[in-house]
C-alpha cells in the first residue's frame, strides 16, 4: 500500500509534545486503527465484495474473494464510493482532490487492479472530467448499460440527475428539480425505473421521486405537502411492489410497503414504534431485511415478503451497522446472505457475512486486529434533562483513574445526524490521556424522532446550545471535574463548541474546534454556492432570518469568549470556508485570549488523512494538558 503523505499543516503556535509519553503512544496506535466499510457486493452467485478500507492512511478499494482480501487501489487520493458494473469486469469509483469534494467517477478494470493494485489516475477511465463540478454515483442499471449520477453541472448550484450510456459515453440529463437531488437505491430489478431523493423547503423533508429511464417521467411516492417528513429509498419486491421507511404522519420511521399498480401504501406491523427504521431488500425481492436505530446501535431482522417470520441478526457487539460512514448493509441476490459494516465503541469497524442457511456471522476484513493491546472503556448510556423537561441521551466513557478527571464532551456535526455507538480512536485517545467523554446527542440530533430532530430548527438554535448547561451539569454529578470541561467538535459540532464558549464563558474551561462555523452569516455567505440552498433551509435564510443568524453567530460574542481554543481546519474545506477559523483565531489573538491555529493544506472538510490526524490530535490535547494543567 502506499505510504500516508507527511502532514501538509502551517500553526500559529506549536504544542509540546504529551507529557505522558505512554499515554501520547497508545493515543497514536488508536489512530492508527484500521476500519473496513462495505462498498458493493457482486450479483450472482460468486461471493465477490468491494471494501473501502484505510490500511494504508486513506480509504482505498479492496476486493473480498475466496477468502481474502485483495488491494485494487492505492491512490494519492482517498476513494470515496465503488460499485460494480454488472456484466462487466469494470467497477465505478468516485474521487476528489485533497478533500475538495468535487468527486469524478472514473471505471476501474477490475482484473488489471486484482493483479498489480491501481496507483495512477492514468490507469483509471475517466467518466466525468469537470472538476469545476462535483459527481456522485447513484446507481448502474441491471444490464450495466446505464450509469446514473447526480451532478451541478448543469447550473453550477442544483444537482440533477444524469445518465452516461457505457458503452458510447453519452451523458444526458434525466432530471431537473432545482434542488439538491441525493442518491436512492439505484435502478429498479427490472430497470425501468430510478430512485432519487429530493429535499423539500424544510429541514428533514425528502420525497421519494422515481423517473422512468425511457421517458424521464417523475413521479413522487407518497407525497406529504403539508408536512416535512422523510420517505427512504425503495428495497424492491417486484416490478411493481417496493418497502421504504416512511415518518410521514408519524414520529418515527416505519417500513411501509408500496404498491405502484394499486397506488397503496402499507405500514408493516411492528416497525416505526419507538425507533426508526430502514429497509434493503435481496434483488430477487425473497428477503426484506430491517434496520432499526436504538439510541444509536443497529437491531437487524430478517423477513419473508409477507411479513409472517422473523430471523434477529447476531450482532458481535452493540453497535452500529448503517450510516454515512458505514454505508448500508446489503443482501446477496437470492437473499441467502446480509453483508453489513459493523462498528461498536471497543470495536473498529469491519465488514461481515451473515449467513441465513447456518444462522452465522463470518467477519471479511480484520481492521479489529489492529487494535492496541490496552483494554478499552465501555460505553455507559445515560440522559440528563435540559432546561425545558427535554431528556438529552449520553455516551460517557470514563479514565481509569482514582480522582476527578478533567472531561472532554465531544459535540457529532450535523446537526441533523447523530452519535452512534460505535468506535472513535478519538474517544478512546482522550480517555487514555486521562480524561472521561461525554458524548451527547443534542436536540436536533436525528435518530430520537423527528420531534426531536427538530427542535433546533432555524430560530430555535439557540435551544440545542442550552442543552451544554444540562450535559456541563451531568459532568459534575457523573464523577468528573466540571470545572475542567472542555467542548470537543467538529463541522457543525465546531459551532457548537465555539457558541458553547462564547454563550456560556463561565461553564467550559478551553475548546477544539475542527471545521467549525464561527460566523453563520459569513458561513452562509462564503459556502459553496451549491450548499448554500441547501443549509439555508436548517440554519435560517441570510434574506428573512440575517438578524438572528448574527445574534446566534460566535463572533459576534467573540468578547465573551476567554478559554483557550485549537483550531483545526482542511485548506480546500468547500462546506466551511478556512476563512470561518482565520476570522475567529484572529480576533482571539487580538484580545490575547490563547488560541492555535493549524491548517491542513491536502484536506477538506475534515481530516481523511492519517498523518494529519496523527498530527493534529495529539497536539489538540497536548494543548488542553497545557492549559488545564491536566
Partial sequence: MNKAPKPAATMALMSPPLPDQSALELF?????????????????????????????????LFEYVEGELVALSDLAEPVASARYVPGSDLIVVALDRGGDERHQLYLLDRAKATAAACTSLDQLDALTADQRYAHQDAGISPDGR?????????????????????????????????????PASGFS??????????????????????????TGTARAVCPHPDEAALVGAPGWLDPDRFVASSNVGRDFAA???????????????????????????????????????RNGASALSLHDPQWTTATEVPLADRGAV??????????????????????????????????????????????????????????????????????????????????????????????????????????????????????????????YGKRFAALDDTRRRLDSVRDLEAVHDFCS???????????????????????????????WAAGVDIVGISDLVTFLERTSDYRRAHREREYGSLARDRDFLASASPLRHVEHMVAPLFVIHGRNDPRVPLGE?????????????????????????????????????????SFLNRVLGS
Fill in 322 to 447: 448503517s450510516s454515512y460512514q458505514l454505508g448500508a448493509p446489503q443482501l446477496s441476490s437470492d437473499g441467502e446472505r446480509l453483508y453489513y459494516s459493523l462498528s461498536s465503541p471497543t470495536l473498529p469497524a469491519d465488514v461481515w457475512c451473515f449467513e441465513r442457511r447456518f444462522g452465522t456471522a463470518r467477519r471479511l476484513s480484520d481492521a479489529a486486529r489492529s487494535l492496541p493491546g490496552a483494554p478499552l472503556a465501555p460505553c455507559e448510556e445515560a440522559s440528563v434533562e435540559s432546561f425545558d423537561g427535554e431528556r438529552i441521551p449520553l455516551f460517557v466513557f470514563r479514565p481509569d483513574r482514582s480522582d476527578r478527571a478533567p472531561v472532554v464532551v465531544l459535540i457529532h456535526g450535523g446537526p441533523e445526524s447523530q452519535s452512534l455507538q460505535s468506535f472513535n480512536p478519538v474517544v478512546h485517545g482522550l480517555v487514555a490521556a486521562g480524561y472521561g467523554v461525554v458524548v451527547p446527542n443534542v436536540r436536533g440530533s436525528t435518530g
Fill in 189 to 214: 430489478p427490472d430497470g425501468r425505473y430510478l430512485s432519487v431523493a429530493v429535499p423539500g423547503n424544510a429541514p428533514l423533508d425528502v420525497e421519494l421521486v422515481l423517473i422512468e429511464v425511457a
Fill in 146 to 182: 446505464l450509469l446514473a449520477y447526480v451532478s451541478n453541472r448543469a447550473t453550477g448550484v442544483h444537482f440533477d440527475v444524469w445518465l452516461c450510456d457505457l458503452e458510447h459515453r453519452e451523458h444526458r440529463l434525466i432530471y431537473g428539480a432545482e434542488s439538491w437531488c441525493h
Fill in 255 to 293: 417500513l411501509c410497503v408500496f404498491d405502484l399498480g394499486k397506488d397503496s401504501v402499507t405500514s408493516l406491523e411492528g416497525t416505526g414504534e419507538d425507533a426508526d427504521a430502514e429497509v434493503v431488500t435481496a434483488g430477487d425481492g425473497s428477503v426484506i431485511a430491517c434496520i432499526e436505530n
Fill in 581 to 621: 477559523a482565520e476570522q475567529l483565531v484572529a480576533a482571539l489573538q487580538e484580545r490575547q485570549v490563547p488560541c492555535e491555529l493549524a491548517i491542513y493544506d491536502d484536506e477538506g472538510h475534515g481530516l481523511a488523512r492519517l498523518a494529519n490526524r496523527l498530527d493534529a490530535y495529539p497536539r489538540a490535547v
Fill in 477 to 507: 454529578t457523573a464523577g468528573f471535574d466540571a470545572g475542567r470541561a472542555v467542548l470537543w467538535g467538529g463541522s457543525y459540532g465546531g459551532y457548537m463548541v465555539l457558541a458553547g464558549l462564547a454563550f456560556q464563558p463561565e461553564r
Fill in 28 to 60: 497514536r496506535a488508536l489512530l492508527r486503527t484500521r476500519s473496513a466499510v462495505l462498498a458493493d457486493v457482486a450479483s450472482g452467485t460468486s461471493e465477490r465484495v468491494l471494501v473501502r478500507s484505510d490500511t494504508g492512511g486513506t480509504m482505498q
